[in-house]
């Protein structure tokens, strides 16, 4: 059975909502599934899946959330061995800004050895069509 842990972090309900949409996608196809806010997650959440997803809002058009998410986040990079070929998954809100942050992030998550297989950036609340993207987005974390 694939292990999969979801952390992020969330101040208006909608990446907990996604997070949420995203369990149950990948617990339909058979994954263990861990959920957690960044404030409750630890590095071994991260190295004991077999893959991960990550999500956040964006602050503005380069960075996600930088209180928590970022220093969790940052420890990561030197995990990069660790890391290498572990699917990933990206989702995020964003509001009045572009989400150019999510290339930046993308790029980011790469270079700490992940293989980012997918992403998915909301404009302020997600739509039915984007909440099934999520869901989809879980299940490929399984396979």
């Not at 292990?3 to 949420?20: F, H, P, Q, R, T």
């Not at 290498?84 to 992030?105: P, R």
């Not at 790469?110 to 297989?117: A, D, E, K, L, R």
Request: charged content about 30%.
């Amino acid at each position: 059975m694939k292990k999969v842990s979801i952390i992020y972090w969330s101040c208006g309900g909608n990446i907990e909502a996604l997070a949420n949409v995203m369990a149950d996608g990948a617990r339909e196809k058979g994954a263990e599934v861990t959920v957690k806010h960044v404030a409750d997650a630890t590095i071994e959440d991260v190295l004991e899946a077999d893959s991960i997803a990550f999500g956040s809002p964006a602050v503005d058009s380069t960075k996600i959330e930088q209180q928590e998410m970022r220093p969790f986040l940052d420890q990561l990079k030197d995990l990069e061995q660790e890391n290498k070929s572990k699917n990933c998954i990206l989702f995020a809100t964003y509001g009045w800004i572009e989400d150019t942050f999510m290339k930046v992030w993308k790029d980011e998550m790469t270079s700490y050895g992940f293989n980012v297989i997918g992403d998915l950036a909301v404009k302020d609340s997600p739509t039915k069509i984007q909440t099934d993207i999520i869901r989809k987005l879980g299940e490929e974390l399984v396979q």
